[in-house]
């Protein structure tokens, strides 16, 4: 993989993964999706890692779907069984251990807001559009996109994918798919501050809820049986009882992750 397509910062216990192939509108070409799934995996990997911001660079695009011209060469666009491709799948399913947050700078299409929905937050410019085109190309939304109604009313997801109209930020905040909108020079400090919010919570009750919570919408009877493990799990947990006594200690918690 060449990094220069793809940058990583650190802060604190927040990883921002920055797309970085703007003249490309931040097309998913292969070594971007390897990219993508690296990232993942060390953020998985890292215990001081409690959340990744996912961004992109220039101010057109957040990513445009996959490079086309690079899948017609041939090349791998995230279909090989590799594990970065298999991360990058578990992405785009939102199936990452930890919280992810789209910080939308630009426009994001087909396989750019197929990437987007696999996040779990999103936050998104004030001039950026959305849509899953696909049906006007012959095709459908394939990478996930068609899992939309988790995340909006089934009427309006229909709607999109249907008719493959674009739709703005604040269409998408309206609908309930955009957390927060913004000025695109806020995208990323607002996203960030969403991630380290979530970093401050105790790691096991935020793992909980983000497997929990999306089950109750795919999976409800495996949502109630995963409910019963977290229960043992979190609530005998010494992240439990130094949440108690940091509450009546009046400081914050130290979370050990266990």
Known sequence: M????FLIEQRGAVTILTLNRPQARNALNGNLIAGIGSTVLAAEKDPQTRALVLTA???????????????SGGEDVGFSN???NRAFQRLTRGAVEVPVIGA?????VGGGLELLLGCDLIVAADTAKFGLPEVQRGLFPGGGGTYIAERIPLGIALQLTLTGEYFTAARGYEIGLINAVTPADQVLDTAVGFAERIAANGPLGVAACKELVRLSVTDPAKAAERMRHWQEVVFSSAD???????????????WQGK
């Open 240 to 254: 439990a009882k130094e949440g108690a006594m940091a509450f009546m200690e009046k400081r914050d918690p130290v």
């Open 2 to 5: 060449s990094d220069d397509e």
């Open 57 to 71: 660079a220039g101010e057109k695009a957040f990513c445009s779907g996959m490079d086309l011209r690079a899948f």
């Open 104 to 108: 939308a700078n630009g426009a994001a």
């Open 82 to 84: 590799t594990p970065e």
